[in-house]
């Protein structure tokens, strides 16, 4: 099979992870897949921030995790099954933002084409990764920071700047099964 195809197939999103660092010349190649993304007008809206001091991941599991549980409760009335599943998973997690992994890369996007554009940096991160043997996961909670100061100055934040993912990295501990996928809805002209 093709390999591109073999990797989007067997990519997972990975919420369990071995604590071991990821050597920096694999990130760095991982940044790189992402920076080769589409963008439009070839603007290019992107720059990565990589977290890997454990101080710093403390300080942005604090100002998301309040975020990410007035997000749970609203869940609570719309989907309970789901509700169910991820109140196990705060309860049962030190970290359910950022799942402990040992890389934390934030896209940040900025000016009018980034919300078009960063997606695919981070879609090309993902399938990096995974060719590398890492495990991946785009956590929309984890992007819940920005009301925090310290936190917009750590990630240097400016102006309309938007976080994208963040995208987490690192080596899994667990691999997901496959999902059940329903078959694509197309129509042909």
Known sequence: MNAVIDAIRKRRS???????????DIVQTVIE???????????QPWRFVIVEDIQIKEKLLGAALPNA???LEMVKDVDPERYAVIRTRYAELKDPVYYSAPVIVFVI?????ADHS???????????????????CWV??????????????????QGEEKIFGPILLGYPRDYPEKPAKKEPTATWL
């Open 140 to 157: 929309g909670f984890g992007a819940m920071v920005t009301e925090d100061a310290e936190v917009r100055s750590i990630l240097a934040l």
């Open 69 to 71: 549980k007035k997000i």
């Open 33 to 43: 897949a992402g920076n080769e993304a589409p963008s439009a007008m070839n603007s």
């Open 14 to 24: 990975v919420r369990s992870y071995d604590p071991r660092p990821v050597p920096r």
């Open 109 to 113: 996007g900025h000016g009018r084409y």
């Open 118 to 136: 960063c997606p695919l940096a981070c879609e090309n991160m993902m399938l990096a990764a995974h060719s590398l043997g890492l495990g991946s």
